[in-house]
């Protein structure tokens, strides 16, 4: 599951297992969201806990107890429909009580389907349109570079949103401004809500269409912690553009009856599924704390 130790000068062994039981704890939760919503997005969030975990519990610089630092990093999550990562991440590191999540989608909740910054603070931007997160996170590090301000921007997008014509208005602005405190975390699943991505528009080669807009481009293994909190480090060595992390993670991870099933893209489990999915994390659980033995 991960390199062999002392290979990263970045993160320990140690914090890999930390982050790695945390990440498992984290797709309990959003199973547990899910089902008690009764409505939702299920690969999505499941496939992008390992990196949700790496960002809020290693590489952000933000404080759960003051939500507007100013020295904060920022996060927008473009593809807001996998908010339900993003709410069990932020739970588990202390924004809100854990409880709450139970609440996703429910009438006045601050927990919404999708993500609204006047009701969460925590959250940078109000997210559904895909495609428009590039954009908020362009001006951002634009804002940040103009008040010589060092935190840095994080926006993370599907693939599926690389389909969205402004998003790439917003990717050449950034190359044209050199913008190196931003980020780009796509998550490169294959799948988008009508199937997979090469056959309902293909976007290979997406490394050398990044690179045409003047990106420096990283790929990893989504799932591999390690690997991932190495590129984050990387982008931030790259002084003369910005830097996009493909990251190619598994839809539905850590549950194996749904990864790679596209019509899991929309769709929550029903109860009976979920006492299932609960049982196989937990056992998954085990198999990590023996790995790291």
Known sequence: MTSKP??????????????????????????????????????????????FTAMYFHVLNHSPKDPALVSRDRLVLSNGHITPVRYAAMAHAGYFPVEELRTLRKFGSRLQGHPERERLPGLETTSGPLGSGLGQAVGMALAARMDGAYWRTYCFMSDGEQDEGVLWESAMLAGKERLSNLTGIIDRNNIQIDGMT????????????????????????????????????????????????????????????????????????????????????????????????
């Open 198 to 293: 090469e056959q309902v528009m293909p976007l290979e080669s997406l490394r050398a269409k990044w690179e045409a807009f003047n990106w420096h481009v990283l790929e990893v293994d989504g799932h591999n912690i390690e690997a991932f909190v190495d590129a984050v480090q990387q982008a931030k060595a790259i002084f003369e553009r910005p830097t996009v992390i493909i990251a190619h993670t598994i839809p539905g991870k850590g549950v194996k009856e749904i990864e790679f099933d596209y019509t899991w893209h929309g769709i929550p489990p029903k109860p009976e599924e979920a006492k299932k999915f609960l049982a196989e994390l937990r056992t998954l659980r085990g198999t990590i704390q023996s790995e790291h033995q």
């Open 6 to 51: 002392g290979l990263s000068e970045y993160i320990s062994e140690k914090k890999i297992q930390e982050l790695e039981l945390k990440a498992n704890e984290i797709r309990q939760s959003v199973v547990e969201m899910l089902v008690a919503a009764g409505s939702g997005h299920t690969a999505g969030p499941l496939g992008m806990a390992d990196i």
